[in-house]
């Protein structure tokens, strides 16, 4: 029996949380380099690093790839907020859940490619790729968001 469409656009949205709430969490990377504080781990880089960094335990590059990781992470969890509204819409509107599903997709590549630019590129010529790949995983929700909001005025005229 093949795996229904619902099923796939579940694993999307599923997989996009993980990724944005728990890949992308600079936890992981503080506790192996041991500067993960639960009392308030978002002020651990802000009281902890420079002393890491004296004591030899992190170079400054180090600190600066935790730093755009934690930014990567606030980003994808404010923007997975638009990505799971426009998909919840689209399916209201009976959007066909191929191009649901297709649109999903094409977030998630986009929103992959975003951390891995955003997190390992310091450069800034190459870290322009960044906004490229916001803007198409942006440009994916707004297309469900459209796509729901004609499939819905059809259905209000026909009916």
């Known amino acids: 029996m093949p ?8 694993g999307f949205l599923t997989w996009n949380w993980f990724y944005a709430y728990g890949i992308l969490s600079s936890r992981t990377i503080k506790q192996i380099y041991g500067i993960d504080h639960n009392a308030s781990p ?21 600190v600066d790839m935790i730093q755009r990781c934690e930014g990567a992470s606030a980003n994808s969890v404010e923007g997975y907020t638009l990505f799971f509204g426009s998909v919840i819409f689209a399916m209201h509107s009976r959007v066909p ?21 955003y997190v390992f590129v310091s450069d800034d010529r190459w870290s322009q790729f960044r906004g ?3 803007w198409i995983g942006n440009l994916s929700c707004l297309s ?16």
Do not use: H
């Open 3 to 10: 795996l229904s469409p619902y099923y796939i656009t579940a």
């Open 42 to 62: 978002r002020q651990d880089l802000n009281k902890y690093a420079d002393a890491a960094i004296r004591e030899g335990k992190l170079t400054r590059e180090q």
């Open 97 to 117: 859940m191929g191009v649901i599903n297709g649109t999903c997709a094409i977030y998630t590549l986009a929103r992959l490619a975003y951390g891995v630019v």
């Open 132 to 134: 490229l790949f916001w």
């Open 144 to 159: 469900l968001l459209w796509r729901g909001a004609a499939k819905g005025t059809a259905q209000l005229r026909s009916g």
